[in-house]
Structures are given as C-alpha cells and as structure tokens.
C-alpha cells in the first residue's frame, strides 16, 4: 500500500511530504514574484493550483507560461471561489501592495490588511492551513541588539517607516491579538518577514525591482552599478547593508512550512547574514564578467528618512522550529541569477 499526496508517492508507513488529503493550493498573488516560483515549485510535485492575481499588460502572464496553474482567478472573484471551490490543502496569501512608496493608505489598508482578515477568518472556518507573507519592512529603522527579533512580545516596539511596512505591521498586531485571546485560528499558520529577496520572475515589478537586476542592467550596458550615498552620519557611501535572500531558498523555507504542520508563528526569512550594497555591487560586475565599477548618485528625496540603511533577519525562532536548510551566499545567488538573466529565456 502507498500513500499520495500532490503526486508524491512514499511506501506504506511512511508520511510523504505535503500529505494532505483535500485537492488544491490556493496561491494569492501567484502570478507575482514569490508567488510564481512556489507556484512552479509546487506544480512540480504534482499539486494543483488556483491562482488569484491579476495579470495586467506587463507580461506578467511569462511567469506562469511554463507552467499554467489550473484556475486563475482575479481578486474580485475570490469570495465565489471559496463558495463553491474543491477543499483546499492550503491558503498561502502572498499577494499585497507592495510598494515601499505607495501612498494610497485606503487602498493598502483594504488590500494589506482586510483582505488577510478575510483569509485568515476563512481558513480558521474550514480548518485550512494559513501561509502569509510580511516584509522586513515592518522594522523601520531598527538597530541595536535584538532589532531584528520576529519574538511576537517585541512587535509593539516597532516603528514602520513606510505605509507598506506598516500595513504589513498591523496584520501581524492583529494575528497575535486573534491568537492571545484564543479566538479561532487556522489548524496551521505561519507569517513570513520576507527581507530583500531577489531571483528570477520579478521583471514586472517596475521600480521594485531587485537592486540585483537593477546592477545588472547597469553593468551589461558598460555603466558603472550606482549606489545611494549614505544619509546616515557616520555610514559610509555603499555600506549601508542588507540580507539579500536568493528566491529558490524562500520556496524552500515555504514549502518546509507547508510540509511541517507543527511549525506555528511569525518567522523572519532571510539568511541571517547583512552583505553591503557594494559586495552586491561587486557581486554582479564578476558574475557578469565585467571590471568593477561603481559611482555613487544621491539619496532620492522620497526614501529619505524612511531608507532603512541595515537589515539583518534573526533566524533563532525559525531554526528552532526545526528548519535546517542552508541559505544560499549572495555570491552564488548572484551568479545564479545573473547567468539566467544572460540566457534566452530568463522566466523560472
């Protein structure tokens, strides 16, 4: 006898990876970034998919081109989905604003934090895992010992710069009121603090786009990588540091979460390590097989006061709730990527 789930077979006895007994993932914002990348990751074990996402005129839609999930829905039509769709293994609701400067606080509100009010409220309902993602940018300009904890005690001690950080902020307030009061909750859930992550299949993105890909650009068109000078007194231009995460890890990290019922809460996701913007710099010019190059140009007057000039996730929680992968150097991430971006078709 065997058991399957999502395509994956194990021998008798044996509890296969993803071993749900329900039909579909729902991925909201599947079509984005992250989103299409777990997509292309869980597809590949077999699973089925509902997309919820808008495609646009941006050629978004190349992001699923290799791999087309079996419902693709626009956000206006999720209520109707729920109604009437197959039992799900999982929600996982990586679809936002996302913009650090966005400035339409209604739109945010209602698209940030209602909307995860929403899943998180029908999930707990029909006993469906929870995956959700927060940013990094919910740490405002954080620093000292213990800045960068995901301990839920500390949230209230966060200052978001941004209104996307803040949004972002005000989800995970409410999960950990919903939570310490003992109201429903999903059997599973787990908020993600996602920090600067880069890969392929974020080309729509505009102005969001990594500072990998933008350094890429650069340098393949024989330009120096330009680089913010610093608005921190006493940081130097190019110091000011980050922890840049390669994509394929954070699939890793989401589809272990998904596979690990027991792992409850709000983690941080990213490597644990801060890299400076000019190793990332250098990083891009020898994967591209180009000289060293870098100028420096000043700080827009929109980021100023709400940059933030470090970051650096604390992963205790995550690791000690079981997770042992490896995350990936930024060198290699960055060779990685740029080798792809080089290639004829650079979609995952």
């Excluded at 803040?166 to 003992?182: M, Q, T, Y």
């Excluded at 980050?242 to 027991?262: A, K, M, Q, S, Y």
């Excluded at 205790?316 to 792809?340: I, S, W």
Aim: net charge neutral.
């Amino acid at each position: 006898m065997v058991r399957r789930a999502c395509g994956v077979i194990a021998p008798a006895g044996i509890v296969p990876r993803l071993a749900y007994n329900r039909r579909m993932i729902l991925l909201t914002g599947g079509a984005g970034f992250i989103g299409s990348c777990l997509h292309a990751s869980l597809q590949e074990r077999g699973c089925e998919t509902a997309v919820l996402d808008r495609l646009g005129s941006d050629n978004k839609w190349r992001n699923l081109r290799r791999r087309p999930p079996q419902r693709l829905l626009p956000p206006e039509q999720l209520d109707g989905f729920l109604a009437t769709a197959p039992r799900l293994d999982a929600v996982v609701h990586l679809g936002a604003v996302s913009e650090t400067t966005a400035r339409d606080g209604d739109l945010v509100w209602q698209s940030n934090v209602v909307l995860s009010q929403r899943l998180w409220s029908w999930c707990a309902e029909q006993g469906v895992p929870f995956l959700y993602a927060s940013s990094a940018a919910t740490y405002g300009a954080a620093s000292g010992e213990g800045a960068f904890s995901d301990d839920p005690a500390r949230l209230d001690a966060l200052r978001p710069l941004n209104l996307y950080g803040w949004s972002k902020h005000a989800f995970d307030l409410w999960v950990r009121g919903e939570v310490e009061r003992g109201r429903p909750a999903p059997p599973h859930w787990a908020g993600l603090k996602f920090f600067n992550v880069f890969g392929p299949n974020e080309y729509h993105k505009g102005g969001m786009v990594s500072v990998v890909k933008v350094k890429h650009d650069e340098v393949v068109a024989g330009e120096a990588a330009r680089l913010f000078r610093s608005d921190r007194p006493g940081l130097a231009d190019g110091a000011q540091a980050r922890d840049f995460v390669w994509v394929g890890d954070v699939v890793d990290v989401l589809l272990w979460l998904l596979d690990t019922p027991g792992a409850n809460g709000l983690f941080n996701l990213g490597t644990g390590v801060a890299r400076t913007y000019l190793d990332l710099a250098h990083a891009v010019c020898d994967a591209a097989g180009v000289p060293r190059r870098v100028g420096f140009v000043p700080m827009p007057d929109a980021l100023r006061g709400q940059y933030q000039s470090y970051t650096c996730a604390d992963m205790t929680r995550l690791r000690d709730a079981g997770y042992v992968g490896q995350f990936t150097p930024l060198e290699e991430g960055v060779r990685r990527y740029v080798a792809l971006l080089g290639s004829a078709d650079p979609y995952l």
